[in-house]
């Protein structure tokens, strides 16, 4: 009898436990399936694949909109236009798959330019690609000095951001031998593509445009021309630079290029009187490594007339 009772109350419970797992299971959402990423080459072909046993009366839609039937989509010649989420759904509807295609290139490798803009702090290199991948791309970017013998020490190209096409070569060596390699590789989920670019430093000086150029008229038909060296160039003393004036009126084609100076103003005179010109300057590392800078933007002056 207690035996009985006893195999009752347990068959009772477990019936209990049994009803109240079954409600929590069926109490539970139904499994968001998740999305899946799926990359693609503009021009390739890709077969998206519905997995679930089931073969008959499937649908895929794109953006909910139906584009085809069956258990496989082919996608041929595929271009921006197919991208999107697509959906697979079984007879009743049901979503079994869901795929989110991505379209864009393998990277090509990157079109690097160098240039000093702070001799001898740093070296900048920026890159460009063509096409533009339009994948989420990241670069690895690192340097060595070429003249280092046997193994070379292998650095960081620094960057902000992974995405960034720009890198930072600090600490750069003053010697104009040295020779540096620059590696930039692309990289995203249809391949990746490597440059590597070998730069001499004393070819990619370029100093930033000089600053705070000022033009005052003199007596005389004179006219004074004052500027500071860019802030970016931090040791002029040690690093000098050179400087030319541009005059125009018009058309700044028409050259009138004066200088070079190795100070920070020049007089130019014999100018004639109501005329308005504009002047800009431009910097370049004293000894002629490198590239000139760019103008600065330029001020004008109007001679009066006396
Ligand atoms: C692929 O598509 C592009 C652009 O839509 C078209 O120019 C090209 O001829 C197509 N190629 C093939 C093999 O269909
Ligand atoms: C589908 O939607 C995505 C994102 O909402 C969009 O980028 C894509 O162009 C759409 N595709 C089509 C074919 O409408
Ligand atoms: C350039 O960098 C990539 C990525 O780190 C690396 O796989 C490749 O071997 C490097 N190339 C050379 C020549 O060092």
């Not at 010649?77 to 759904?89: E, P, R």
């Not at 063509?130 to 060595?144: A, K």
């Not at 004179?222 to 018009?250: E, I, N, R």
Request: charged share 15%.
């Amino acid at each position: 009898m207690y035996v009985k009772h006893c195999i009752g109350t347990l068959i009772v419970l477990i019936a209990f436990f049994c009803q109240v797992w079954s409600q929590e299971t069926t109490n539970e959402p139904p499994k968001q399936r998740p999305t899946k990423d799926i990359y693609l080459g503009i021009g390739s072909w890709a077969d998206l694949p519905c997995t679930d046993g089931i073969s008959e009366g499937l649908q895929w839609r794109r953006n909910g909109s139906l584009v085809g039937s069956g258990p496989v989509l082919n996608i041929r010649n595929a271009s921006l236009g197919d991208k999107g989420i697509y959906t697979c759904h079984g007879p009743n509807g049901d979503t079994i798959e869901m795929l989110h295609l991505h379209l864009g290139y393998a990277p090509s490798p990157p079109e690097v330019q160098c240039w000093i803009p702070s001799y001898p702090l740093k070296a900048l290199c920026s890159w460009t690609q063509t096409p533009d991948p339009l994948l989420p791309t990241h670069y690895i970017t690192t340097y060595w000095s070429d003249s280092e013998e046997q193994l070379p020490a292998v650095h960081s190209c620094q960057k902000q951001r992974e995405q960034d096409r720009q890198c930072v070569v600090e600490g750069v060596d003053l010697n104009p031998d040295t020779q540096y390699l620059v590696n930039i590789t692309a990289v995203n989920a249809l391949g990746s593509a490597t440059r590597i670019l070998s730069i001499s430093l004393e070819d990619i000086v370029k100093p930033d445009p000089p600053v705070d150029v000022k033009a005052t008229a003199l007596p005389g038909k004179k006219v004074q021309v004052q500027w500071a060296p860019p802030p970016t160039w931090t040791d002029p003393v040690t690093f000098p630079l050179k400087y030319k004036v541009h005059f125009y009126w018009g058309n700044p084609n028409l050259d009138s290029t004066l200088g070079p100076y190795e100070t920070d103003s020049m007089v130019r005179s014999g100018l004639p009187a109501g005329r308005t010109y504009q002047i800009r300057v431009s910097a370049m590392d004293f000894l002629g490594y490198g590239l000139s800078s760019e103008w600065s933007d330029p001020v004008s002056i109007t001679l009066p007339k006396s």
